[in-house]
């Protein structure tokens, strides 16, 4: 009996969960929701040990946000000198001074961002980009790369230009035209990063003649270490989309690019959906056409951003009655599943909600799986310098068979919408600008736009372009 008692206890205090190897712990709790772990942490001493372990929070990092992100802010740390970098205390200077439970945590609360002027273009400057609104700006193979747009006069641009950036994201950005086969100029074009590459597509030049060409871009390094790009046009068939300029595009898991609406022949506003399949070489492409109801009412101006596991969120633009929109759309293209589904919400739970629709702004994925807003304007002309967080986490997955049974979905959740602080330098209100964001998803890069005159600002008339360049940077209070 006393044998049996002694055995019931040894059995008990030499729990299975206990027993694993610790690597093989590490592998079962990186497949449970964090959740779940801060649960098991409190269960008993060892598991609480492994879950306050900076390895398990580091691969949570990489899980949660990325290799490639994670890599990103090391890198973007380990050039940076201000209070504001990830360094658990000034002592250090090594980048792996901090701690990855930390930076999860801060990175999940983050609320605010704060805006860095670079150092302006002096008068005639000729290696700086000229003012423009409605072009292209694309960060790839650690270089900002800008292309096109339109000028006063309504006159469209040509040029490409490349800046080196590499880790060192507050430097002095040094400009140099690219002097090579381009694409013909034109503004409202949109240029989406695919790995190495960038694609464009469409636009619309001086004369109001729309385009429907595609052109793939890339960065190339001399053997001096200086940087060129190169432009060639990609041969698509027969088939492609009709002529447009002001759509919206973006990539998708890095093999197909995404089009939606923008202005066609005649003014018109179009509201159809095309995908572009590309051959492994990326030598070839091919169009086709995505038919489904419902869908995205006619618009232009608006956005297109991939939230990552094959999700595309749209938002906002001028409708066909000339009306600012603030709706929300997904489109998921999972296994071949392709439906738009109207992500619904209330506007009045959310504070500050009416100036939430909104034309001509960015909308671009950070980290933390947020979608940021900044600039745009509103039905009146009013053009707005605010950031707005999107929370893609808040948006149901879409499945064949939820979709089947339901056209749209209802988010009750009212953290989904929610105005960011700024601090810092303060830019000017703007629309038509554009935004692109670093490999860490913390730095994002702002070039351009329309912006209010110095006489008369409410008057169509007082509008200008802008060739201010500035960095915003997501606030991580990483110090303890």
Known sequence: MEEASASGNHSYSGSPITNIAQ???????LLL???AIFSLSMTCKRLRAITSSDTLWKYLCKRDLGSSCVDGLINSNSSSSSSSSIHNNNHHNNHHQFSWMRLYKQVYKMDSVTCHRFSEPQHGQLDFPSAR????LNFVSNCLVLFGGGCEGGRHLD??????IGNDFRSMLRWQAVNSTSPSGRFGHTCVEMGDFLVLFGGI????NRQNDTWVGQVTYNENHSVAFSWKMLDVGAVAPPPRGAHAACSIDDKRMLIHGGIGLHGLRLGDTWVLEFSDSRCFGTWHQIVAQPSPAPRSGHTLTCIG??????????????EVLGDVWMLDTCQGYLKWVPILYDLQGIPHSVSLPRVGHTATMVLGGRLLIYGGEDSYRHRKNDFWVLDTSAIPCTSMQQSTMRSSKRVKDKNMWKRWKSSGYEPMCRSFHRACVDHSGRFLYVFGGMVDGFLQPAEPSGLR?????FLVELVLQLRG
């Open 309 to 322: 596991q094959s999700r595309t969120i749209l938002f906002g633009g001028r409708g066909l009655g000339y």
């Open 465 to 469: 372009f802008d060739r201010e360049l």
């Open 33 to 35: 929701p964090i959740d």
């Open 205 to 208: 030049n001086d004369l109001g």
């Open 159 to 164: 040029d490409t230009w490349v800046a080196y």
């Open 23 to 29: 690597d093989h712990l590490l592998t079962i709790l």
């Open 133 to 136: 609104a409605s072009h292209s």
